[in-house]
């Protein structure tokens, strides 16, 4: 059983930053694909960013690239999500998935979700 504990999130103007961090504990970190998905209320949860075990291969929605980086530590069982160039758009709960395995591109539903932590965005 996995654990993730999200953080970071918090009220920005627009244009500005904000990192997100999600905390593992309770498996083999690095056999997860770290994932990275929003949610805006009435709105189904979307992915954002994807990034393997070892952190060599990443995947982000197009709206986000260019201005988020997903990155892994996988000795502090880590995973972090920067956002830079913030827009109103990207108001959501911004929620942290793992998912058993190695092929970043996998159709296979996420195994475990942490519990969300909301960004708001200003303009």
């Known amino acids: 059983q996995v654990q993730l504990v999200e953080s970071g999130g918090g009220l920005v103007q627009a244009g500005g930053s904000l990192r997100l961090s999600c905390a593992a504990s309770?498996?083999?970190?690095?056999?997860?694909?770290m994932a990275w998905f929003h949610q805006v209320p009435g709105k189904e949860r979307e992915f954002v960013a994807a990034?393997?075990?070892?952190?060599?291969?990443?995947h982000y929605i197009d709206s986000v690239k260019g201005r988020f980086t997903i990155s892994r530590d996988n000795a502090k069982t880590t995973v972090w999500l920067q956002m830079n160039s913030l827009k109103s758009e990207d108001t959501a709960v911004y929620y942290c998935a793992a998912r058993y395995g190695t092929e970043l591109y996998s159709t296979r539903a996420y195994d475990y979700w942490g519990q969300g932590t909301q960004v708001t965005v200003s303009s």
């Open positions: 309770g498996g083999s970190f690095s056999r997860y694909v």
């Open positions: 990034i393997d075990g070892h952190g060599w291969n990443t």
